[in-house]
């Protein structure tokens, strides 16, 4: 059994991506206070150091990732392929600078082509793109996207105005159906406070939320605008909810819908048909006591076809292996499919060959 | 029906584990961590019941408690002592002395008694059944 892990942060020193870039924007990053490049939200994810990676995977720095502790990582998690994303861009919609988020993109994706990406070790990354300009992230998704170590194309969903289904967005559509790479919506925690309702008190608060309304807004635009039919050839996978909001926004849709089709003309089948057609990643995994009530929902979203297993390591709420595993309710095959299968029928993981073994070593971990 | 049969693993010297530290020791391939909470000793099984994570290495706090005052007010406070430990994996809280997880009473890290007998820590085990 392959085991894909299809979303993992990579702690980078921004200050390194900025060597990428050519002067102007190189100083002006280089230079810039953390939190001021890249705006962040409410609450400390930690919970005061109380959640601490600090002796997970020894000699490594858990706060910042060094390109060789990737494989060690990947090892503690048992996975065999990780798809490695940016921690610092994780609100880069939040920029209203354009230089400065285009060029955060580039310097990302030289720096991890040129000194992280080791397709034969499993170890990939994603293109992000600077939705802030279209046409600029549809160049760079043209110039890294056929790079091997590239499996993806990764838009951050938050902030992100308009809602990423609109035309506005098509170029960066356009680059990615032709060099044949996948679609990652990623929500992060942050974007609830500072741009919709602000006041919450609390990280849990705006943790719970925020994923979810900004995977719901892009859900609701990306079929509502007909993106699955303008661009039929592109695939989408919407990571960092869970899942047990899908039959929500489903049943919801499709009852609209049936209401108000003549605002979504582009549609030729449910709503909830679409999202039967897109693939999301498993993280964070909510296991109600009652396993019948997941299996339900397992069901209502055609998951052994369409989930794909993500750990999210480093961040507090990640998953490992056993997340899958020990579901009772899942067949092998099953498990089978949603850890690595549906990953590597979905991404592009060019140059990777699974090692000439039976199962992974370290499935023996994940039964922990 | 006689008491299963146990059988006492020494883990240190009580003056070893001073009141507020705590040892990890494996016994029989199990890791189980033993707290000396000033008043006591307890022992817990080294794997969180959410992913399996080290949760004897976790933090021992005092817990936060809340009551809704005359007139509104939400007071916070803390327990006097040091009782809860969190996984350092993902921060599930657990009662040190009962394993009892705090959210959801319902589930619970093992536990297991200990013995302080003649200047020594010793955690009481069941014997396997062979
Ligand atoms: S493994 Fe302990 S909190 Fe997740």
């Known amino acids: ?282 993280q964070p995994l909510e296991r109600p006591e009652n396993d019948e009530h997941l299996a339900a929902i397992f069901d209502m979203v055609d998951a052994e076809d369409r989930l794909v297993f993500a750990t999210d390591y480093p961040h507090f709420d990640y998953d490992r292996p056993s997340a899958i595993t020990t579901l009772p309710f899942v067949s092998e095959e099953g498990k089978r499919k949603i850890l690595g299968d549906n990953a590597l029928s979905v991404y592009r993981f060019d140059g990777w060959t699974p090692p000439e073994r039976e199962t992974s070593p370290l499935v023996a971990g994940v039964a922990r | 029906m006689s008491a299963p049969a146990t059988r006492l693993v020494r883990v240190a010297p009580t003056a070893d584990i001073a009141p507020g530290e705590r040892r990890i020791v494996e016994v029989d391939g199990r890791s189980i961590g033993v707290f000396n909470l000033g008043d006591g000793f307890s022992a817990i099984a080294n794997v969180c019941v959410h992913q399996g994570g080290p949760v004897c290495w976790g933090r021992v706090e005092p817990r936060v408690h809340a009551e809704v005052m005359p007139g509104g007010e939400v007071r916070e406070s803390l327990s006097p002592a040091p009782d809860t430990i969190a996984c350092p994996w993902h921060g599930w809280e657990y009662d040190v002395r009962t394993g009892t997880c705090l959210a959801n009473p319902r589930k619970a890290l093992r536990t297991f008694p200990v013995v302080v007998r003649d200047g020594d820590v010793y955690l009481e085990i069941a014997e396997r059944a062979s």
């Open chain 1, 1 to 282: 059994m392959t085991i894909v892990d299809v979303d993992a942060h990579y702690l980078e020193d921004y200050t390194v991506l900025a060597d990428y870039l050519d002067e102007p924007v190189r100083s002006r990053i280089r230079n810039q206070p953390q939190g001021w490049l890249v705006p962040n939200s409410t609450g400390d994810r930690y919970l005061s150091g109380r959640i601490n990676r600090d002796r997970d995977v020894p000699g490594t720095n858990p706060r910042r990732t060094q390109p060789d502790e990737v494989p060690r990582i990947m090892e503690f998690l048992g996975v065999d392929i990780s798809v490695q994303i940016s921690n610092l861009m994780l609100t880069l919609p939040n920029m209203n600078s354009r230089e400065l988020a285009v060029g955060l993109c580039q310097g990302y994706a030289e720096y991890m082509i040129d000194k992280v990406c080791d397709p034969a070790k499993g170890v990939f990354s994603t293109v992000i793109v600077p939705t802030q300009d279209p046409a600029k992230a549809a160049d760079l998704v043209r110039r890294y996207g056929r790079a091997p170590g590239m499996s993806s194309v990764t838009f951050i969903t938050q902030w992100a105005q308009p809602p990423l289904g609109d035309i506005h967005y098509d170029p960066i559509y356009e680059a990615s159906a032709e060099v044949g790479l996948p679609i990652v919506y990623h929500a992060s925690g942050a974007g609830l406070d500072h741009f919709l309702i602000d006041g919450f008190q609390k990280f849990i608060e705006t943790y719970t939320l925020g994923f979810l309304f900004h995977n719901l807004a892009t859900l609701v635009s990306v079929i509502v605008q007909g993106l699955p039919e303008r661009f039929p050839s592109l695939r989408f996978i919407f990571q960092e909810s869970g899942i047990a909001y899908l039959p929500g926004i489903m049943y919801r849709l499709d009852e609209a819908y049936l209401k108000r089709r003549s605002e979504a003309p582009l549609l030729t089948k449910l709503p909830s048909e679409y999202i039967r057609s897109f693939y999301f990643g498993t």
